[in-house]
């Protein structure tokens, strides 16, 4: 019997232009985390296991997340519940240097689904590393969030980083849906 879970990974407050003292928004952070709160609301009817994932920077060169700051804090849209597991990590991967896996593994999951932010570092890290544990994963598309980002002197637009990040997965890592596919 396949078991599910909901990872909702850096839906933290340094991420949203509209919370004041923002350290590093993200492009559509709001509709993101807007449609990761009807997924997670779907997921608490469904009494799946849903673990959060929030990201603390171990050097005060990281402008954003730092410990003990509102910032680093979960956004309100998808605070955890009290039986909620909430996992602390430092690097993109959710994996590394935590106990993500034990948990699911203790639950006996085989299946994850995946929303939060940025879709190129720690989605993209996390999902690759999920499927390499031998995971059936998922990402939400609509329900992660980037930035524009440069390279080589040239600016790529959230929108086609977004795109990229989200086929390159698509191609062998994850299925990729949106909000709409998954609950309705």
Request: glycine share 6%; with cysteine.
């Amino acid at each position: 019997m396949t078991k599910t879970a909901l990872v909702l990974i850096d839906i933290q407050n340094d991420y949203f232009p509209s919370f004041e003292g923002h350290a590093w928004p993200l492009v559509g952070m709001e509709a993101a985390a807007e449609n990761a709160s009807r997924v997670l609301a779907h997921f608490r009817a469904e009494k799946d296991l849903i673990v959060h994932v929030r990201h603390e920077a171990l050097s005060a060169k990281i402008p954003f997340f730092q410990p003990k700051t509102m910032g680093a804090d979960i956004h309100d849209s998808v605070s955890p519940l009290e039986d909620e597991v909430v996992i602390t990590k430092h690097k993109a991967n959710s994996f590394l240097g935590t106990d993500l896996k034990g948990v699911l593994d203790q639950n006996g999951i085989t299946k994850l689904v995946v929303v939060g932010a940025m879709t190129q570092n720690c989605i993209d890290s996390t999902l690759r590393a999920a499927a390499d544990f031998g995971y059936d994963c998922t990402v939400v598309a609509d329900a992660c969030a980037t930035r524009d980002l440069v390279f080589d002197g040239q600016t790529i637009a959230a929108k086609d980083v977004q795109a990229t990040f989200m086929a390159a997965l698509g191609f062998s890592f994850a299925k990729i849906v949106s909000a709409h596919d998954l609950v309705g």
